[in-house]
């Protein structure tokens, strides 16, 4: 107990204690190293290496008036061997001293105060490298007179085999296991507790969960939690693919590798994105773009059609095969891009264009394709589907309201694996695709379960399809699919909520009564028509087809709840005529929005006053996969683990520097 006390007393004397700020993400020393200690990769990733030694000018870490020293050195050695400079171990020239500095809030106390923190830094970064031998690596940065900064790396063993020749990765975005929970208890019946259909995701041979925490906060984003899923490494919130050094800028950041541009740089593959949000979003981006700031569109978009340029060395890239969703207005010319349409360029890059879904159904499968159906994203399921006249808000790619011929998931991911099994069968190579069901979150965040649920129902309904169509085609013994979640929402089900009571009800107090909880939760009325009680045991036949509701909006609904909320209402009944908006700005932040579900009790917020939508949780994702090395997603794991097994099953890791030819 001494000891411990002893070593408390010595950390909190070094360093401040706070949590909201931090001086650089991943460096609780003076002397950072990215990427920084316990990082594992795949053999022959190719990834940046980058040190800063920092000197805060006054504050708990004040060192030396912020002056640095400049006689710093980073030396690397596998475990065992002698250390030596990392440019002679790597055989590189020593990079230029980067100098320069930023400010910084200690904690809320000194924010309040306006109190900020200057820091000076002197830096170096290594760039486009690579560790081939597995086994572990020590890293030791030495600076300010002898302080170190120690990081142990691992390289991870090889495959003992290529167990897939393809791999297709569903993303559920923010999707939650109580989700699909949910998801079934909407579209499934049961008829004396027992299920008489399943979704596709219940029939996985292999399932899973994995942890979505990120670098340096527990609740992540879908930048950091999607960086982590494909390349293995955990990044600071807002990171693509990139480790947020103290620079602020986008980037001069230190990079690492996805599996998908690994795939594409070893075998010569193709590589596919499809999405309904819109494209330069988090998720899409982070198949193949580095950024530490996930607001780059313009960059994101650049370095989907050719890499990354300017300063910052890499690996040559050649553009995606594929790239299907929303988002057109990130590709019109405006100042940003130079005034220059993307439309238009990637045309003469030899890119089919296609604004609708009729123009994607007419895609050459030979031919790589832009698709862009919709500015901002894509419109949900259930508006495609249910509720139609909610299309007219829509925006098409030329800036009409009313965009009514989308494609929904199911028919941008089945397009996009005919073009890439074309291509690829074309050129004797595999084909990599990630497929995103953006929406699930996109509509949890405004509290609308209903639209969100449906896109899960849709994602559902595209894994089944996706997987028979394989089978037509002949990939399936050859395809490794898995469909996992970047994070989830605080979300469940606990009982039925009688909407028509509710609503008659005029005090809060009283429409609460209208939730029935353990035995007064009842059976689903999804599962039948309007007028017939759940307990009916027919099976009816949903309108959209099998594996969704047969009604969406019954008098007795789920009641759900969650665990970040801003100021709302709830009625638990659907919105019909657009998606929800909880809550609006005021002077004091957000508040109550008088407009939305006003015959509903109103449910106090729980999170800061200045967040208008509800957040992500902490909570473990599920992971479902089928194919070749589908044994390999078994069990609890780190999100992290995704790209190890991924680039295990495909066989991607190499004992020397591999670049296979592209076919355009």
């Known amino acids: 107990m001494v000891a411990f006390k002893l070593l408390t007393v010595a950390l909190v004397a070094g360093s401040a204690v706070a949590q909201t700020f931090r001086r650089t993400a991943s460096c609780p020393k003076l002397g950072c190293v990215f990427p920084p200690d316990q990082v594992d990769f795949v053999a022959g990733q190719t990834f940046d290496i980058r040190v800063e030694v920092q000197a805060p000018v006054n504050g708990s870490e004040a060192y030396n008036s912020g002056k640095p020293d400049p006689t710093f050195s980073v030396k690397i050695g596998g475990e065992g061997a002698e250390l030596v400079d990392v440019t002679t171990f790597f055989g590189i020239a020593d990079p230029a001293v980067e100098s320069y500095n930023f400010t910084y809030y200690e904690d809320l106390f000194a924010s309040q105060a306006g109190a900020k923190t200057p820091v000076n830094v002197l830096a170096k970064s290594y760039r486009n490298i690579q560790l081939h031998n597995p086994g572990k690596y020590k890293v030791v940065l030495t600076y300010n007179g002898g302080m170190t900064t120690e990081a142990t790396w691992e390289v991870l063993p090889l495959s003992d085999c290529k167990k897939a020749k393809n791999v297709i990765v569903f993303i559920g975005d923010g999707m939650a296991t109580s989700m699909v929970s949910a998801a079934r208890l909407l579209a499934h ?100 773009t580095h950024t530490s700031q996930r607001s780059q569109y313009t960059a994101i978009i650049e370095q989907y059609l050719n890499g990354v340029t300017g300063n910052f060395t890499w690996f040559p890239w050649q553009g995606v095969d594929l790239l299907f969703g929303g988002g057109a207005e990130n590709f019109l010319a405006g100042p940003g891009n130079g005034n220059v349409s993307q439309f238009e360029r990637w045309a003469s890059h030899g890119y089919q264009v296609g604004y609708n879904n009729t123009q994607l159904q007419a895609f050459d499968n030979a031919q790589r394709a832009l698709g862009l159906f919709t ?73 609308d379960v209903d639209r969100a649920l449906g896109d899960l129902l849709e994602l559902d309904d595209t894994l089944r399809a996706t997987l028979k169509h394989l089978e037509e085609i002949g990939e399936l013994e050859d395809t490794l699919v898995v469909v996992t979640a970047d994070h989830g929402h605080g979300f469940d089900v606990y009982g039925s909520a009688d909407t028509k009571f509710l609503e008659a009800q005029t005090a809060d107090r009283a429409k609460r009564n209208a939730v029935g909880v353990y035995q007064n939760s009842g059976l689903s009325a ?51 005529y657009h998606e929800r908006i909880p809550a609006v700005s005021n002077t ?66 190499r004992t020397s520097n591999v670049t296979a030819p592209y076919t355009k």
């Not at 795939?263 to 999405?275: C, E, H, L, N, P």
């Not at 894509?378 to 030329?398: C, G």
């Not at 996009?416 to 291509?423: C, E, G, Q």
């Not at 069990?635 to 995704?642: E, H």
């Open 189 to 288: 019946k049961t008829v004396n507790g027992r299920y008489q259909s399943r979704m596709k995701m219940d029939e996985a041979p292999a399932y899973g969960s994995q942890m979505t925490h990120s670098l340096d906060s527990f609740i992540t984003d879908s930048a950091n939690s999607a960086s982590a899923l494909f390349t293995g490494k955990k990044m600071t919130v807002n990171g693509l693919n990139a480790y947020t050094d103290s620079t602020g800028k986008g980037f001069a950041n230190p990079k690492v590798e996805t599996v998908f541009e690994m795939f594409r740089r070893i075998t010569g593959g193709q590589v596919g994105i499809v999405s309904k949000a819109y494209i330069a979003d988090a998720t899409p981006a982070a198949v193949c």
């Open 375 to 447: 500015r901002g994203n894509i419109s949900t399921w259930l508006d495609q589907h249910v509720y139609k006249d909610t299309l007219d808000f829509a925006i098409t790619p030329q800036g009409a309201r009313g965009a009514y011929d989308q494609p929904g998931l199911k028919e941008m991911t089945l397009k996009a694996v005919d073009i890439l099994h074309t291509r690829a069968k074309a050129r004797g190579t595999g084909f990599s695709l990630m497929s995103e069901a953006a929406l699930i979150d996109k509509e949890m965040h405004v509290q």
């Open 526 to 576: 999804y599962t039948v028509p309007e007028g017939v009680l759940p307990t009916n045991h027919t099976q009816f036949t949903s309108p959209q087809g099998d594996g969704f509701p047969v009604t969406w909006d019954p008098r007795y609904t789920i009641a759900h709840g969650w665990a970040a909320i801003p100021d709302k209402r709830e009625d638990f009944k659907i919105n019909s």
């Open 588 to 653: 004091s932040g957000y508040f109550f929005n008088p407009q939305d579900n006003p015959a509903g009790f109103a449910m106090t917020g729980n999170i800061d006053v200045s967040e208008g939508q509800g957040v992500h949780s902490l909570v473990d994702v599920p992971v479902y996969a089928w194919g070749p090395g589908h044994e390999l997603f078994r069990g609890v794991m780190g999100n992290v683990d995704i790209a190890f097994r991924l680039a295990e099953a495909l066989d991607l890791g």
